[in-house]
């Protein structure tokens, strides 16, 4: 899968959940949603959704990184591992 298929499933998960879209300086585009702060970036090989609990290092682009994924997931994987990190 390319990288803006995997940025596009996973914000489009994050709002339906009700995530809220939010632009954080020097983060650029964030979501937050429970008092949590996630990104999504696609890197090389792989890519990853990072969070925080604490606004301001999600204001100064410190995340703390969850696993990295690989690109050849389907759809459904992709959500099933958002949906196991958001609604745990």
């Not at 990104?39 to 410190?62: G, R």
Request: glycine share 4%; with cysteine; hydrophobic share 40%.
């Amino acid at each position: 899968m390319e990288k803006a298929d995997i940025k596009a499933i996973v914000e489009n998960r994050f709002r339906e959940l009700g995530a809220k879209q939010v632009e954080l300086y020097p983060s650029g585009i964030c979501w937050t949603m429970n008092g949590e702060f996630f990104k999504v970036s696609t890197l090389t090989d792989f890519w990853v959704i990072e969070w925080t609990d604490n606004h301001s290092y999600a204001s100064n682009y410190c995340f703390e990184d969850i696993d990295p994924m690989p690109y050849d997931l389907s759809e459904q994987e992709i959500i099933r591992h958002i949906d196991q990190l958001l609604l745990q």
